[in-house]
């Protein structure tokens, strides 16, 4: 049974949706938040415990003062960790989840079991241009995320009226706030992840118009020993578009790893 | 009543058919759309119009900021009013606005203003706003932190103009060991600071408020939403803060077109508002208002007010009748200015005289018909023909 818990983390309100039973693996979520819509954590869920908190201005977490960026986001994280006491941990990262996984992990890799980066932010690539989901019109977005046609209704179940249209324009504004300039992006991230020590799957759509698969490819390259996959027919939300998939790649990842 | 005259400056000569390929003229036009000797001809013609206005009598002429758009040429209005400050002898030059949270370096526009106060003896009025939506595409600056920055900006500003230096500004987006503004700005203790918007309650407050009392200008807004936010300003100063705001503490900014007759004026208007409203101004909403840049209260204000401006096709007819525009014959300008002061009371008027592709006979004549047939009229409207606040703001 899924549940959403709100904890106090030193004064913070943060929302948390946990599912399942088994190995923890915390989820961090990218630019759209998370809506209750993400059927890869479902699946995920039936072989862990799938911890998910909503980052600090998104869903229904409150802005926390003086998180205004990814850095803040990482130390903010390691504090939430320690509160849930999860010392050691199987991470997958999403789109800006994934970036921020990685500023952790060239500070703090040992408190990763593994890390999963599905399209994830966090390195520019020369030459490669990003889709840029904040000036884009709600058509073009669903194009851009979507290789199929699964988008329209995702879309349609993420906004309306009431709580979930305030949802969806906290989740706008919080995505702004981490990762509108440098758009994606910490451009000196490429010198240092040579120090992420865990154990990494980077697993790509081969439809990102987002983060093109370059992008997926060029972290390979950077990140020591990381392994790479890619799915057919999904864009830039794996974890909706394909759930299956997403959480068999990260299943079986997980069960390389040892644990 | 003051009357200003402003221009956009648009690029007039753009292929209209722009948006069968490109979502707007903002943001995401190619900049090969531009011909600089076409652009060479339009800052100097644009500059001349100012120019007659401050030599036929109006109280100043103005001009703003917009960044990388076929709208409005002018990403540094610094450089056109300095262009203007020596052409002209008693007209205020008006900045409205610069957007000061935008720039790296605020200090550094803090000391252009005070030259152009400087060089012009006082005649300078300093508008300061947080740039429109698209500027945030733009400039790279981050929408979420939008109105904590401009208020960093503003502070950090008034202060370089204000304190004695050298002091250092220990803020959370500016860092400065050595503010020390030379040279002071002429006019003490600095500039007037107006606060142009489209209609942000955030803003009206900030605005308001009695350390600060800076005039708030309305901006292309249906006769409906000028009432209501410019009442709102009043109201606010009364509930919110106990004090009665004076009439020069708010204005209203519009397009006018005057000809001979009432049909005329709208049928001479009508190719070049209709460009203006329809091609040059269209915004995608994304782009208006990026994530972030509005609090969530202003946004739901937005969503209904912002619709009736840029997210429809207009018509001369219908922004005459919402009161976006003023056109027709003298009398008629000149009876709508003096009704709409009746039932407001702002002391300042923004008149747009060129707009879109209007040319520059066209121009000329609409300055110039307005200078003798309708300002003497309004320069001497007082509080004594305002009847009072009317209508309760509705916020």
Redesign the interface.
Known sequence: MAENAVIDLRGSKVNIWRAGKGEPVLFLHGLQGRNGHEPGLDELAKSFEVIAPDHPGFGRSENVDGV?DINDLSLFYLDLMDALKLERVHVVGQCIGGWLALEMAIYWGQRFKSLSLVNSAGIRVKDVPRGDL????EEDMIRMLFAGNGGVEWMKSIRGEGELE?IY??N??????YS??PRLCNPKLDRWLHRVNAPVHIVWGEENRVLPPAYGEALKKLIPGASHATIANCAHLAHIEQPQKFAQEISQFIRRTGS | MKVFTFHLMPYANLDMNFMEKH?AAW??LPNTYYDPKVGHELYNRYLDELELAAELGFDGISVNEHHQNAYGLMPSPVVTAAALARRTKTAKLAILGNAFGLREHPLNLAEEHSMIDNITGGRLISGMVRGIGAE??ST??????SHARFQEAHDLVVQAWTRPGPFSFEGKFYHFEYVNTWPRPYQQPHPPIWAPSTGSTETIEWAAHPSRKYTYLQAYSPTQSVMRFLNYYRECAERMYGYTASSDQIGWSTPVYISDTDQKARDEAKPHIEVLFNRLLRL?F??LF???YLS?KS?ANMRSHKRSVSGQEHTVDSLIEAGIIVCGSPDTVRRQFTETHRMLGFQNLLCLMQFGTLPRDLTERNIRLFASEVLPALQGLTDKQYAGMQTKAAE
């Open positions: 205004d904040f000036v884009c019109s305030d324009e906290r706008r504004a919080a995505a702004a706030k509108w300039s | 979502r943001v995401v945030y595409f790279g600056n981050n929408p979420a932190f995608p994304e782009m990026p994530p972030g969530p946004l």
